[in-house]
């Protein structure tokens, strides 16, 4: 099911200097649909939000849920700004969804998505069409509003393809040997500076850096301010990981600009007095290159520490070409991360950037109806595109699911053609439109939501 991760704040606004266009309004409230005799799908009222959320942490197996007004308040004012949504079996709730609209970077730009969250299903309610009610109807109602396309991570990976998601990034955990790490020189790194400090430190500096750095990064989102508040502020979520000492570092630039920051917490560890202490990073971001290297180098040469650890990486980390030894830095855990559902072609193929001109005529196959067709695409030496209807002959078939994988320029389009998920009709058309969308990025920024 959709990540209890992917929890917002509130409604996402675009950041300074973003063109992000803005959608059409939502229904205030969410007409009725019955899907059966137990059970009916309608808006979450305020006094049901404690056991809506209740019934969706019970599904994510959360350890504690807390109840003290704080947490109340907290929530009502999150739940306000999105669509709340449940399947009511009398006044129980069996099943939740929500999702809010909120600015995504895409290739070279950023557009406005459908973020999806904490979709559950009670087992009691199973494979009685509970999911597809509630999904089906965000799906239609984001497509009408004029969003582009839908954005969540699965819990599930089995469940959200036959919905038209496709997988469109992959994640892992990065383990890098701090002892004998020796980095390369990167122009102007060694002119930054380092501060150390802790989490109160970065609420300024922070989102400074994220706002800059997340839009060079196809698949990040933008953080609220509230997201802010929450992560680094003193009200933040009481549990075990926030009362732990959360360490901080920052890289300033010879202008004194702040350009990368990393929080992480160290896990203590020795053998024989030997230190095998372990840096866990928990939020790392760089608006340039030699804020990167600097970073890392920090992180690496922190004292005691013999490896520093990193998840929810890119694959495509650009850590172990810092190295003078590039074995230093291991990746594991590798596994697909968020997931896209394209329901305007035209929209979201204009919306991005491509790295190669050319053109293509595209047949998208969508069983929904939602956002099928056969587009004629143009990318320009400018990194532009258009997407418009044609009735020319389709070059490429590809289906909504295998579009939206290859929809951020991370997965290639090959692999795809080789499972039969996309089919070529005109020789060297399917290679020209793998070079179009293929869109490489160095860096990554962490999905962090709530």
């Keep these: 099911m959709g990540s209890v991760r992917a929890m917002s704040e509130e409604s996402a606004t675009p950041p300074s200097g973003q063109d ?26 305020a006094d049901d939000y404690n ?25 009502a004012a999150r739940y306000a700004h999105q669509r709340v949504t449940a399947a009511y079996a009398g006044t129980t709730i069996v099943g939740t969804f929500r999702s809010w609209d909120g600015p995504l970077a895409v290739p070279g730009a950023v557009l406005n998505a459908d973020f999806v969250s904490t979709v559950t299903v009670s087992p009691t309610h199973r494979r009685r069409g ?36 496709g997988v469109c990034t992959e994640h892992c955990t990065w383990k890098l040997d701090a002892d004998p790490a020796l980095f390369l020189e990167v122009p102007g790194a060694a002119a930054h500076t380092v501060e150390i400090g802790q989490d109160a430190d970065l609420r300024e500096v922070a989102p400074v850096v994220y706002d800059a750095a997340y839009p060079l990064q196809p698949g990040a989102m ?104 590039r074995r230093a830095a291991r990746q594991s855990e590798l596994a697909d991360f968020t997931w896209a559902r394209i329901l305007d072609v035209p929209a979201a193929l204009s919306g991005r950037r491509y790295r190669v001109p050319g053109s293509c005529v595209i047949e998208v196959v969508d069983p929904s ?56 009709h005109v020789d060297g058309a399917g290679d020209r439109l793998a070079d179009m969308v293929t869109y490489p990025a160095a860096g990554w920024n962490t999905h962090t939501w709530f």
């Design 369 to 424: 109806g939602l956002a099928g067709g056969t587009f004629v695409l143009e990318a320009a030496a400018d990194g532009t595109g258009t997407a418009e209807p044609t009735t020319a002959a389709p070059e490429v078939t590809i289906d909504v699911q295998a579009l939206g994988s290859v929809y951020l320029g991370q997965l290639p389009l090959g692999p795809l053609r080789a499972a039969g998920r996309a089919v070529e």
């Design 222 to 325: 933008f953080r609220e301010p509230a997201w802010w508040d929450y992560t680094l502020g003193p009200d933040g979520p009481a549990d075990e990981e926030k009362d732990a000492m959360r360490n901080t570092v920052v890289v300033r630039d010879p202008s004194g600009a702040p350009v990368a920051y990393a929080r992480y917490k160290v896990k203590e560890a020795s053998e024989q007095r030997i230190d095998l202490s372990e840096l866990e990073v928990h939020d790392l971001a760089a608006a340039t290159d030699a804020g990167y290297a600097r970073i890392w180098q920090s992180l690496a040469s922190t004292d005691l520490v013999r490896t520093v650890r990193a998840g929810d990486r890119s694959p495509d980390e650009p850590l172990p070409w810092l190295l003078t030894d």
């Design 51 to 75: 056991q809506y959320a209740a019934v969706a942490m019970r599904q994510f197996h959360a350890q504690r849920f807390s109840t003290a007004q704080e947490d109340q308040d907290r929530r």
């Design 130 to 165: 509970v999911l597809t009610q509630l999904m089906n109807q965000d799906l239609r109602q984001a497509k009408d509003s004029g969003i582009a396309l839908a954005y969540l991570i699965a819990s599930s990976a089995q469940i959200y393809g036959r919905y038209g998601y």
């Design 20 to 45: 992000v266009p803005a959608p059409s309004p939502r229904p205030a409230v969410i007409p009725l649909a019955r899907s059966g005799t137990d059970f009916e799908i309608r808006d979450v009222p």
